[in-house]
Nanobody, 116 residues
Framework: QVQLVESGVGSVQAGGSLKLFCAAA????????MGWYRQVPGKERELVSF???????RYAEFVKGRFTISQDKWKSNLYLQMNSLKTDDTAVYYC??????????WGQGTQVTVSS
């Protein structure tokens, strides 16, 4: 059974840092791209950052220079280092795996709250 499980301390003051973790299991994610998305109530889920199966990364403009995506060499753990957090970064953050010819998998989401 494919599982993506997010974790990480969820509350911080503006200007602070958090690191999110995603544990991936139940599937060989070697050929999958993996990413972080976020969603706030009333808005569509949006891409935060993505790392391709070959290691290339991309970031949404609103997090460039502040967030860093990474993964371990076995691709069983995905990370998102978030620095200089803003209140606008408050959202539910989701881990996702996008696997060619297989489909997409999603975690259950983890709440990140940035207070002023």
């Amino acid at each position: 059974q494919v599982q993506l499980v997010e974790s990480g301390v969820g509350s911080v003051q503006a200007g602070g840092s958090l690191k999110l973790f995603c544990a991936a299991a139940g599937f060989n994610f070697e050929r999958c791209g993996m990413g972080w998305y976020r969603q706030v109530p009333g808005k569509e889920r949006e891409l935060v950052s993505f790392i391709s199966s070959t290691g290339g990364t991309r970031y949404a403009e609103f997090v460039k220079g502040r967030f860093t995506i990474s993964q371990d060499k076995w691709k069983s753990n995905l990370y998102l280092q978030m620095n200089s957090l803003k209140t606008d970064d408050t959202a539910v953050y989701y881990c996702a795996a996008e696997c060619p010819r297989i489909g997409n998998f999603w975690g259950q989401g983890t709440q990140v709250t940035v207070s002023s």
